[in-house]
């Protein structure tokens, strides 16, 4: 009869449609919590979405993060501590974040001809990367299932990191350098923006996850966003 199948065909259609491995009790051990403030109320972040690396987890040097240093060189440093949000952003944490920036009227910085894409102005970015530093971004998946993710970085000589889903390692992902022969300015090698596509293809449980990034060799990269979307 059938509408005696309808209750079969709902359980199939509500199952996982893979099984994502996850590293035993790394999910309720973890200390770390979703970074979230002001301008960022929602906590873990949205896959499918945007996932921003500078809302970092909070836990502190250790649990949410390795940074080699404790100092933000970018917050606070490079970015003077003046009272406005992008300047002091997680300025008394050791992971080094900065922003993008498109209005210096002498040099341009991040909207600079050697770009391969155009960031968006004002984009928080995760920075001074070194081999061995890492940070947990924990995530709420909407369905289990494979997704893919495109990456918005700068690298001035390549490189590779690799992300963790819930403490199993994933592929390493090769990072294009960005490196240009005929950039005039020397510091701007750091601020020539590339989307890699499907950076890492991920297999992902529904709900919270979180995801590890390492930053493997070379370092020197600025990584701002993984656009997570369902692969196709
Ligand atoms: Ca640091
Ligand atoms: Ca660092």
Known sequence: MKLATLPLAALLLTAPLATAQTAPNFLTTYKGTPYTDAHHPIGAQAIPGIVQ???YDLGGEGIAYHDTDAVN???GELNPANGTYLNEFR????VDTSYTKFHDPKVPIDNNPYDLV???DGQLYVGWTEPGEWFNLTV?????GLYTADLLYTSNRGGTISLDV???PTAPITIPSTFSKDEPVAWRQWHHWNLLTHATTLQ???GRSVLTVHILTEGQMNLATFNFKPAP
């Open 118 to 120: 155009t960031p968006p």
């Open 73 to 75: 060189h970018g917050s």
């Open 204 to 206: 992902l449980p529904a």
């Open 166 to 168: 819930n403490g199993v």
């Open 53 to 55: 690396c500078a809302y």
């Open 140 to 144: 709420n998946v909407a369905h289990a």
């Open 91 to 94: 300025m008394h944490e050791g």
